[in-house]
């Protein structure tokens, strides 16, 4: 994989992916974009998602939608890396088993989601979930 990152002025950079893909981020006060860290944590939410979407609808669950909220703890001092990391869940569905919600979020966590993985080296990460009735 490979990708670079391009200044484009003040506190604002366009990075571009091996995919073809832009990205803007900006790191100023009035930032147009969202900053590294940002992304960093959008980053973990969307792979996880992409996981508990996946085993939810291999296990036959009617989901209609699928958001997970982020909350993190920076340190205090340089370097500001994520301490803490929470991922709550919110799924909506036609009778969809928490039971079903609670094993896809703990096989992302544990097994499939790489990004996850890879910063649970270092960052306390916690799930939480609730399951919305249609």
């Given amino acids: 994989m ?3 990152v ?3 002025e003040g506190d604002t950079f366009i990075g571009l992916s091996n995919s073809g893909h ?10 147009a974009a969202p900053s590294p860290m940002e992304m960093v944590l959008m980053s973990v939410g969307c792979c996880s998602s992409v996981d508990v979407v996946s085993i939810l609808q291999k296990s ?4 209609s939608n699928v958001e997970v909220k982020l909350s993190a703890e920076r340190a ?6 994520f301490t803490k990391i929470n991922l709550h869940f919110v799924v909506t569905g036609k009778d969809v088993s928490e039971k ?4 896809a979020i703990s096989l992302s966590a544990e097994k499939y989601c790489s990004v996850a993985l890879m ?3 270092t960052v306390e990460i916690t799930h939480s979930h609730e399951v919305v009735s249609l």
């Fill in 22 to 31: 832009n990205v803007v981020f900006d790191t100023g006060s009035d930032s």
């Fill in 119 to 121: 910063l649970d080296k």
């Fill in 60 to 63: 036959k669950q009617d989901v």
């Fill in 100 to 103: 079903h919600l609670a094993r």
């Fill in 76 to 81: 205090q001092t340089a370097p500001k890396v």
């Fill in 6 to 8: 391009k200044w484009v």
């Fill in 2 to 4: 490979q990708a670079s």
